[in-house]
């Protein structure tokens, strides 16, 4: 099953991000209608509005589901829907006004056929009936489905053909019945004739629909992948001194590239007396040589290591002269040579990694510790608040009481913004940042309008497209002769037709992430009216689903959801990577929710997380209250990313952001974390938040006059304005909130960031 990557409110039967569900009220159920809560796994939506009227089941003009065809008896239902991306096929049970069932999906370009059980409950009615499979096992003519193999045990990424036997009343087997295929669980291949793969472990259910009406089911085993490789992160010297401590941090990729965090590895020493190994951590014993082996399967990685004696005395060395600010890297060391200490701090405030970085999260004074073997050393170190602060000074508001705002780009005096179930592209003429005039809003055909974008020369804007009737989503190429009023020049859909989620332009080059293959394809525009793909690529995973690109100087970061950052070589990482063909350079995954949006600054990649896991607690459009920090990755050696540190709003969760090259300043967009400023200079490690380094913060909400959503903090994202050639000018900044529209502000320092 795909993790599909469409609107972040994860629309039912559609988009499984996360299994949390929200049974929050919308704020937009029409007069006549009923607000519905959708449940079933992964399934993480805000209450959607059906109204029955006899045998029919309807849905309001312009929403993100369309009920299209079917209807509902005094037991059953039996509907087919629209929604982004695919059609989906409802048919169960009926209790009142509430419908248990399963759902049957088949996506626009033919290669996803999802089944999920779901069920379908007017807002405050409480159910406790699940589907029943034995509700739909037989229909007029047909007694029976049975599909074989059943009980079938797998290796993931094996296939196996399925077949389904149908049986009529008298018991007699019927030839060439109409069979439709579906299969129910998490990463999934499930193919047209049958044809079943699973790359996940766990147990799946197999679907055989017949003739529309009857289902067979069986369920089949899929057994845990092998690994097929190792990642050790932490850098083994080749020589280490006695009394010296290692831990090992490791990770691997299983044989259907999916990354495994806590791997079953076995750690070896040829000579224990020299090099012991307990859990994760290898210790110096005595001088020597010893062979270090990890294994997991057929995956291994070895290495030489060399102890040598410890004959100098310990000390602590790379003290700072001075205090030091909460934030800042002090990067200690030791006397003696080759020496891997078991690093500590004695107060709590402050850490010390097993590098030796040290860093403060809090003014105070701290006790350093460094143990190698029986020997002790101690140094203190003093820290100071960092001393970083400011405040947000509101310029303007462009209202918008609508519909959604999505992302934005503001360039050359004005901004652009998508919208959601609304069919428009707003542009905002914003000479007096203090009024934000709308001087256009163009509506196309498109329930979604996530990302908008200005090429660098100012000239060209795509806006990307999600939903459309016609099934043909792809970009939308504007040209800006007049900025106040885009001109739509052509549309690109012939390899792009599930739907695109975000851009980025490079050039004449469109980067654009397709909701249909997972995969980056890049669209050549320097034709306008007439746009080409040029290049194309994606991981090599089942179940992929690309979320973001951002290009820079000739690297491309990949959010890829559940299979982290990826980052490729287009030109100028030095693999022989272009843009009509890139080439993978590495990849990361971490902890934490799925990656969302990165950005390169300096040596290194900020990466967001975009986690709706959690029941909405606060009054939301989309009715879930995410989280997700931003992760800091050093990509100073690109083949070997390492993760250092985070930046993690409590109780809130990031969206989309940029960051001041000359400042070294971050803006985000943090959801309902609001609009937050981050001093991002210098070395960096450990908890952003905790070391001081917030400057500034400020909740966007409006009131009912000037929000679609009252009083609900979602903050998009944060730019400045650009000049051609995207070159921040002036000390305004635009951001979208998703309920109140757009608002423009300047940072007000206490004193320059140094």
């Given at each position: 099953m795909r993790r599909w990557t469409l609107p972040f409110l994860a629309l039912p039967l559609l988009l499984p991000l996360s299994t949390g569900v929200s049974r929050a009220q919308s704020p937009d159920i029409?007069?006549?209608?009923?607000?519905?809560?959708?449940?079933?796994?992964?399934?993480?939506?805000?209450?959607?509005?059906?109204?029955?009227?006899?045998?029919?089941?309807?849905?309001?003009?312009?929403?993100?589901?369309?009920?299209?065809?079917?209807?509902?008896?005094?037991?059953?239902?039996?509907?087919?829907?629209?929604?982004?991306?695919?059609?989906?096929?409802?048919?169960?049970?009926?209790?009142?006004?509430?419908?248990?069932?399963?759902?049957?999906l088949v996506s626009d370009d033919d290669d996803e056929r999802d089944m999920i059980p779901l069920t379908m409950t007017p807002v405050?009615?409480?159910?406790?009936?699940?589907?029943?499979?034995?509700?739909?096992?037989?229909?007029?003519?047909?007694?029976?489905?049975?599909?074989?193999?059943?009980?079938?045990?797998?290796?993931?990424?094996?296939?196996?053909?399925?077949?389904?036997?149908?049986?009529?009343?008298?018991?007699?087997?019927?030839?060439?019945?109409?069979?439709?295929?579906?299969?129910?669980?998490?990463?999934?291949?499930?193919?047209?004739?049958?044809?079943?793969?699973?790359?996940?472990p766990g147990e799946r259910t197999i679907a055989a629909l017949v003739n529309g009406a009857a289902m067979g089911l069986t369920t089949v085993t899929v057994n845990e992948p092998s690994i097929a490789s190792l990642s050790v992160y932490t850098e083994v010297p080749s020589r280490l001194a006695v009394g010296s401590r290692l831990a090992l941090e490791v990770d691997a990729l299983n044989a259907v590239q999916r990354w495994e965090l806590s791997p079953e590895v076995s750690i070896e020493s040829s000579a224990p007396g020299v090099v012991s190994v307990s859990g994760w951590t290898l210790s110096a014993e005595s001088p020597g040589r010893a062979e270090v082996t990890l294994r997991s399967g057929a995956a291994e990685e070895s290495y030489s290591i060399e102890v040598v004696a410890a004959s100098d005395e310990l000390s602590i060395t790379g003290l700072p002269s001075g205090v030091v600010r909460t934030g800042e890297v002090v990067r200690l060391g030791t006397t003696v040579a080759a020496a891997h200490p078991l690093w500590s701090v004695s107060e709590p405030g402050a850490a010390v990694f097993a590098d030796g970085a040290f860093v403060a999260e809090r003014a105070g004074r701290y006790t350093v510790v460094a143990t190698l073997g029986d020997r002790v050393s101690t140094a203190t170190i003093e820290a100071t608040a960092r001393g970083v602060s400011g405040r947000i000074q509101v310029r303007g508001h462009g209202l918008n009481?609508?519909?959604?705002?999505?992302?934005?780009?503001?360039?050359?005096?004005?901004?652009?913004?998508?919208?959601?179930?609304?069919?428009?592209?707003?542009?905002?003429?914003?000479?007096?940042?203090?009024?934000?005039?709308?001087?256009?809003?163009?509506?196309?055909?498109?329930?979604?309008?996530?990302?908008?974008?200005?090429?660098?020369?100012?000239?060209?804007?795509?806006?990307?497209?999600?939903?459309?009737?016609?099934?043909?989503?792809?970009?939308?190429?504007?040209?800006?002769?007049?900025?106040?009023?885009p001109a739509l020049v052509s549309?690109?859909?012939?390899?792009?037709?599930?739907?695109?989620?975000?851009?980025?332009?490079?050039?004449?080059?469109?980067?654009?992430?397709?909701?249909?293959?997972?995969?980056?394809?890049?669209?050549?525009?320097?034709?306008?009216?007439?746009?080409?793909?040029?290049?194309?690529?994606?991981?090599?995973?089942?179940?992929?689903?690309?979320?973001?690109?951002?290009?820079?100087?000739?690297?491309?970061?990949?959010?890829?959801?559940?299979?982290?950052?990826?980052?490729?070589?287009v030109g100028g990482a030095g693999r022989g990577g272009t843009p009509e063909k890139p080439v993978l350079v590495?990849?990361?995954?971490?902890?934490?929710?799925?990656?969302?949006?990165?950005?390169r600054y300096g040596d290194y990649v900020f990466a967001g997380d975009e986690d709706f896991s959690l029941q909405g607690t606060v009054p939301s459009a989309i009715g879930t209250d995410p989280r997700g920090p931003i992760h800091v990755i050093d990509v100073s050696d690109l083949a070997r990313p390492r993760y250092v540190g985070k930046y993690e709003v409590p109780e809130a969760g990031a969206h989309n952001f940029w960051i001041d090259p000359e400042a070294g300043v971050l803006y985000v967009g943090y959801y309902q974390g609001g609009i937050r400023v981050v001093d991002v200079t210098g070395e960096l490690r450990g908890e952003l938040y905790?070391?001081?380094?917030?400057?500034?913060?400020?909740?966007?909400?409006?009131?009912?006059?000037?929000?679609?959503?009252?009083?609900?903090?979602?903050?998009?994202?944060?730019?400045?304005?650009?000049?051609?050639?995207?070159?921040?000018?002036?000390?305004?900044?635009?951001?979208?909130?998703?309920?109140?529209?757009?608002?423009?502000?300047?940072?007000?320092?206490?004193?320059?960031?140094?």
């Open positions: 029409p007069p006549g209608y009923t607000a519905y809560q959708i449940l079933g796994p992964g399934i993480n939506a805000p209450p959607l509005p059906f109204k029955i009227e006899g045998d029919r089941m309807l849905t309001p003009e312009g929403g993100m589901v369309t009920v299209t065809g079917g209807g509902v008896t005094d037991d059953r239902i039996d509907i087919t829907m629209d929604v982004p991306g695919a059609t989906v096929r409802f048919m169960g049970t009926r209790v009142g006004d509430a419908f248990t069932g399963y759902s049957f405050g009615q409480e159910t406790d009936f699940a589907p029943d499979p034995s509700a739909l096992a037989s229909a007029p003519g047909i007694s029976r489905v049975e599909v074989v193999p059943g009980g079938a045990t797998l290796e993931a990424g094996e296939p196996r053909r399925f077949v389904a036997r149908v049986f009529d009343e008298s018991g007699a087997e019927i030839a060439d019945p109409e069979v439709e295929w579906f299969a129910g669980g998490s990463r999934t291949r499930m193919t047209v004739n049958g044809e079943f793969t699973g790359f996940e009481v609508s519909t959604y705002s999505s992302d934005l780009w503001p360039q050359n005096g004005h901004v652009y913004v998508g919208t959601h179930q609304a069919n428009q592209l707003r542009t905002y003429d914003v000479s007096d940042p203090s009024s934000p005039v709308l001087t256009d809003s163009q509506a196309f055909d498109a329930r979604v309008v996530n990302d908008v974008k200005v090429s660098a020369d100012g000239r060209w804007l795509v806006a990307t497209r999600e939903g459309a009737s016609d099934r043909r989503n792809g970009i939308l190429v504007f040209s800006l002769s007049d900025p106040a009023h549309e690109y859909t012939e390899t792009l037709t599930a739907g695109v989620h975000n851009v980025f332009w490079v050039g004449s080059l469109v980067y654009a992430v397709n909701d249909g293959t997972g995969d980056l394809h890049i669209v050549d525009v320097s034709d306008a009216s007439n746009p080409r793909e040029v290049g194309r690529w994606g991981l090599p995973v089942e179940g992929r689903a690309l979320h973001d690109v951002w290009v820079q100087e000739g690297v491309a970061y990949l959010s890829y959801l559940g299979d982290g950052l990826v980052i490729l070589d590495s990849r990361i995954f971490y902890p934490g929710g799925p990656t969302h949006s990165a950005y905790r070391q001081g380094r917030e400057i500034a913060h400020y909740l966007p909400a409006a009131g009912p006059d000037e929000a679609k959503t009252p009083f609900a903090t979602r903050v998009w994202g944060v730019f400045p304005m650009f000049e051609n050639g995207w070159q921040p000018t002036g000390e305004v900044l635009y951001a979208t909130d998703y309920n109140s529209g757009l608002w423009t502000f300047t940072v007000e320092m206490s004193e320059p960031i140094s």
